[in-house]
């Protein structure tokens, strides 16, 4: 999806609380704001099922929808890796159908408590030990742990990895990659510019995509 569904729900929902994210965001850990803005939501009055039509609207772009499908059809095995959340991530999937496509999500579990008020939590807690990764991760998550975590679970499971990203999160598993491997990053979005000025010297191939149509077509070649 082109947008931030974090930010999305609040801007379709409450002007008031998308306000809240760009005075807060910079001095309230992530995952940490979104949750305490839920909580401000649910105090609104906002509905559980508001929320899951909320989400139900945000744009996903048809090609994108393809690509999966054609990764699906190819024998890939398709992972989510969000700094999101995994309630915010299953409702989206499961409005396009597009929800049994994916094998595992992982990302900042959420959950629904009784009154249908959504609790979000950090992957990483501040209790846990800190990942101390040298990247640019964020504190409560480290995608590049989590990818090798996954692999180390499937280890004949896979003899190429296609890794798709845009943030500066996505950084990490690139450095965990291969030279079998792609890495496909979206232009015009911190992790391209990261990677221009960035002297680290990565294994995979780096393949870059613009939008939607961009990226179908960069999976059409692959999955010939």
């Not at 999966?68 to 959340?85: C, F, H, M, T």
């Not at 990302?107 to 030990?129: M, T």
């Not at 995979?204 to 692959?222: C, G, K, M, S």
Request: with cysteine.
């Amino acid at each position: 999806i082109d947008n931030n569904s974090d930010v999305w729900i609040f801007e379709q929902l409450s002007k008031e609380l998308a306000e809240k994210i760009v005075e807060l965001r910079k001095k309230i850990q992530w995952t940490d704001l979104i949750h305490m803005l839920l909580d401000e939501l649910h105090q609104q009055g906002v509905t559980r099922q508001q929320i899951e039509n909320a989400l139900t609207k945000i744009p996903f772009d048809p090609a994108m929808i393809e690509a999966l499908k054609i990764i699906k059809r190819g024998k890939g095995e398709i992972i989510i890796l969000s700094d999101a959340n995994t309630e915010f991530i299953d409702i989206i999937l499961k409005a396009y159908g597009v929800r049994d496509l994916v094998s595992f999500i992982i990302s900042n579990p959420a959950n629904w408590d009784e009154d249908g008020r959504l609790h979000v939590k950090r992957l990483i807690s501040p209790e846990d030990s800190p990942h101390k990764c040298e990247n640019q991760c964020s504190v409560n998550i480290c995608k590049g742990r989590e990818l090798v975590n996954y692999l180390s679970l499937h280890p004949d499971g896979f003899n190429q990895i296609f890794y798709v990203g845009d943030s500066l999160n996505d950084f990490c598993p690139a450095t965990k990659m291969s030279r079998n491997d792609t890495f496909l990053v979206r232009k015009g979005f911190k992790l391209e510019k990261f990677l221009a000025s960035s002297k680290n010297e990565l294994k995979p191939r780096i393949v870059y995509w613009q939008d939607a149509e961009d990226f179908l077509n960069a999976i059409l070649l692959e999955f010939k």
